[in-house]
């Protein structure tokens, strides 16, 4: 099945700096790959998502790259904020199975005022 | 924004009481889930329903129950907590369909605490 391993599990930036956030799947049929943001108390929600026939997607300051090859994904968030501080979640799922995600271990963004 | 929502938000029980954890969704969903999370730590699906009438259990193994009588509607039951099942428990919903990328939504979780 799938596994999908997420580095670093946590990350500390200045603010106005980029933070990137790094995942890899095992599963090669694996075709959708959505980002969660949870903030402290809430439940996670869905930031930005990409699906395999797409390499990049952006919305603003936030970013999705996308390497089939290589079987990994990465979250690119730019002129990050103090509110950009949560746990950010990686998941991905494969064609076998489109009823559930695999989510990554999650990565503790804090972004320093 | 999703509607999806869950009660109790927080709860503290002894143990050996049942509980029942509350988990609707007003967009017509037929897909529904509960995932356990201890916290800023990974989601572990421990139930999920493809409709009315149908339950399965997840990836991670859970003492608890589920059923889904309901659309909208997927309780989650502990028949005699333990201290062990402090945890948060998030449900969440996405569309049926065979196309990729069906987005789930998740609801702002239940926190339960069992003294």
């Known amino acids: 099945g799938e596994n999908v391993e997420q580095h670093p599990s946590t990350l500390s930036v200045q603010e106005g700096d980029s933070a990137v956030i790094k995942c890899t799947y095992s599963?090669?049929?694996?075709?959708?790959f959505p980002w969660y943001k949870q903030e402290l108390g809430k439940g996670p929600q869905l930031i930005i998502d990409?699906?395999?026939?797409?390499g990049e997607k952006k919305d603003q300051r936030i970013a999705v790259t996308l390497n089939k090859t290589a079987k990994h994904f990465s979250l690119h968030i730019t002129e990050t904020q103090p509110e950009d501080s949560a746990v950010y979640f990686c998941?991905?799922?494969?064609?076998?199975?489109?009823?559930?995600?695999?989510f990554g271990s999650g990565t503790r963004l804090l972004v320093r005022p | 924004e999703a509607d999806i929502y869950q009660t109790p938000r927080y709860l503290v029980i002894g143990t050996g009481k049942k509980i029942t954890l509350e988990c609707s969704q007003t967009?017509?969903?037929?897909?529904m889930y509960w995932y356990q999370q201890d916290p800023g730590m990974e989601l572990h699906l421990i139930h999920y329903?493809?409709?009315?009438?149908s339950t399965e259990k997840g990836d991670l193994s859970s003492e608890s129950t589920v059923s889904r009588i309901r659309t909208e509607h997927f309780p989650l039951t502990l028949e005699s907590a333990r201290p062990s099942h402090t945890s948060q428990y998030l449900c969440?919903?996405?569309?049926w369909g065979t196309g990729v990328g069906n987005t789930i939504y998740f609801g702002e979780g239940s926190w339960l605490t069992v003294v």
């Open positions: 969440a919903s996405s569309e």
């Open positions: 599963d090669s049929a694996s075709n959708y």
């Open positions: 990409i699906r395999s026939n797409v």
């Open positions: 998941a991905a799922r494969g064609m076998d199975s489109s009823y559930k995600l695999i």
């Open positions: 967009m017509g969903h037929d897909k």
């Open positions: 329903s493809y409709g009315v009438n």
